[in-house]
């Protein structure tokens, strides 16, 4: 039973154009979202984060937003880069240390 | 300044045969979690720790897995008797968060054990 589901295993975009993730979740109780990036061999590692008092988020290149109500979150990356291209977990949490991740979305952003 | 610290990177062992993974927490966190990575199931917590006490293991698939947090500095996870199926990437990672839980606290990950099980 996933309760945080990721349903597009990859995604390629072109350099510079916008890169859209999407994550839903069926957990009501879920406040605190997160996004984390994973090279390989590497562990992942933190991106960006969103409560579930606001809809937006915004840093740098990133934006997450939520929509509470279609239990829904996307991650945007303007403008996409060759760096950017990496396996990408939403995860979502109750208020809590557990975080409950989906099964990634790889990017690869073409040069 | 060192990560989270994580080894052996890679572990091949046939089943049937004792798996010993370790993980060395960033210094100062009082918050460890093991995770498990397949991809089926993407990232799964196996067990979570906080000032070395196990608080949550409710992720650890059955008895053949164990883990164990003797100091701040050191954590295992051990599967005894290891099966084909137990093949995955385990993942440490530490925080600075409560007992209780604040899910704000960033959890810092390890770079992972891969474990084939053959």
């Known amino acids: 039973d996933q309760q945080v589901k990721q349903n597009s295993p990859s995604l390629s975009v072109q350099e510079g154009r916008i890169s859209i993730l999407n994550c839903d979740y069926t957990?009501?109780?879920?406040?605190?979202f997160l996004w984390y990036k994973k090279y390989p061999a590497e562990g992942p590692t933190f991106l960006i984060s969103?409560?579930?008092?606001?809809d937006k988020n915004e840093d740098g290149r990133f934006t997450v937003f939520l929509n509470k109500s279609a239990k829904h979150l996307s991650l945007h990356i303007v403008p996409s880069q060759p760096g950017d291209s990496a396996v990408y977990f939403c995860?979502?949490?109750?208020?809590?240390?557990?975080?409950?991740f989906g099964t990634g979305t790889r990017l690869k952003v073409l040069a | 300044d060192a990560g989270v610290i994580q080894s052996p990177r890679h572990e091949v062992t046939e089943m049937g045969q004792e798996v010993t993974l370790r993980c060395k927490p960033i210094?100062?966190?009082?918050?460890l979690f093991w995770y498990r990575q397949t991809m089926m199931r993407g990232l799964e917590l196996l067990i979570y720790?906080?000032?070395?006490?196990?608080?949550?293991d409710s992720g650890m698939p059955e008895d053949r897995f164990s883990a164990k947090m003797p100091n701040a500095s050191f954590s295992t996870l051990k599967i005894q008797p290891s099966e084909p199926r137990d093949s995955a990437v385990y993942f440490c990672?530490?925080?600075?968060?409560?007992?209780?839980?604040?899910?704000?606290?960033?959890?810092?990950f390890g770079p992972g054990t891969r474990l084939t099980v053959t």
């Open positions: 210094s100062g966190h009082n918050s």
């Open positions: 990672a530490s925080s600075s968060g409560t007992s209780g839980g604040d899910s704000s606290y960033e959890q810092y």
């Open positions: 957990n009501s109780m879920f406040d605190y």
């Open positions: 969103i409560s579930s008092i606001k």
């Open positions: 995860a979502a949490s109750a208020g809590t240390y557990k975080y409950i």
């Open positions: 720790f906080n000032n070395n006490v196990p608080i949550d």
